[in-house]
């Protein structure tokens, strides 16, 4: 997902792209690629997480890390995820989620947010993620 996608300029209509952005560092490369591959009209349909399910404890109780989640910048927070085994994940701000999708050149159609379905903020709930709908537009 950080490098450029093997795909010619213009290749697709429609790009899916499900919760993924919270194993890499910078998410804008992603939107300039998926902007890059897609037909002019084309569309690109994006779940991520609004970085929330990271603050909590496993219970989802209790407030215990500040955001953002970067475990390549907090040792301790490093440790603690190679041992849980959740590997090397990050929580992203809206400004890079959504924000990131306009500034690559999207036009934003629709949104929806959702729960994870089950848990303490699910049953408040509290939603931890967010899908949208954005359309590459035609040249004028």
Not at 2 to 22: A, R
Not at 43 to 54: E, Q, R, V
Not at 71 to 93: A, N
Request: glycine letters at 8%; aromatic letters at 16%; hydrophobic letters at 35%.
């Amino acid at each position: 997902m950080t490098d450029p996608l093997p795909f010619e300029d213009e290749s697709f209509d429609l790009v899916f792209h499900p919760v993924s952005n919270c194993y890499i560092q910078n998410v804008f490369h992603v939107w300039k690629e998926c902007y890059r591959v897609l037909k002019k009209g084309g569309i690109l349909l994006a779940g991520f997480d609004n970085g929330i399910n990271y603050a909590f404890d496993d219970e989802e109780k209790t407030v215990i890390r500040k955001l953002p989640f970067n475990p390549l910048r907090d040792k301790q927070l490093y440790e603690e995820s190679i041992k849980k085994g959740w590997g090397v994940q990050f929580s992203h701000t809206i400004e890079e989620q959504i924000g990131g999708q306009l500034r690559a050149g999207f036009i934003l159609t629709d949104i929806y947010q959702d729960t994870k379905g089950t848990g303490r903020l699910h049953e408040y709930n509290i939603p931890s993620f967010y899908a949208t709908r954005a359309v590459k537009q035609y040249a004028f």
